[in-house]
């Protein structure tokens, strides 16, 4: 079996309390870049990260967390965050997504799979999966 190996990264948002959110993104083993023109923060999964992806369990606790939904607790009023990963399992199949979430908890999400159920309602027949 091969490993899902990825790429994520955030946009730059603003924060409301930079102690309490760096302290939140260290204890999880995320990176955090501020901008140097001072615009906001930037995240990236830890480089010691075996996936590349955010993290999705605390790794004290052992159960599962949601990283956006964390996230938009420290997010200053009207700051987005979006979320994007794109990665692959060698040759089997390959995967991306994104999440935009707000200060207010509220969540988007797209996936590169929602191509086949796209396909399918405008051009109808069979629309097959591009991994094995």
């Not at 309390?17 to 990236?44: I, P």
């Not at 938009?72 to 399992?89: M, R």
Request: glycine share 10%; net charge negative.
């Amino acid at each position: 079996m091969a490993n899902y190996n990825a790429t994520s990264r955030t946009n730059t948002f603003l924060v409301k309390d930079v102690a309490a959110f760096k302290a939140w993104a260290g204890k999880l083993g995320v990176t955090v870049h501020e901008r140097h023109d001072g615009s906001g923060f930037v995240l990236f999964p830890d480089e010691l990260s075996d996936s590349g992806t955010f993290p999705s369990y605390d790794l004290d606790t052992d159960e599962e967390i949601d990283f956006a939904d964390q996230l938009s607790t420290h997010l200053a009023e009207g700051s987005v965050a979006v979320i994007v990963e794109a990665g692959a399992e060698k040759l089997r199949y390959v995967h991306g997504h994104a999440v935009a979430v707000n200060s207010k908890g509220e969540q988007l999400c797209i996936g590169l799979g929602d191509i086949y159920e796209m396909a399918e309602k405008r051009f109808g027949g069979e629309v097959t999966r591009a991994e094995y």
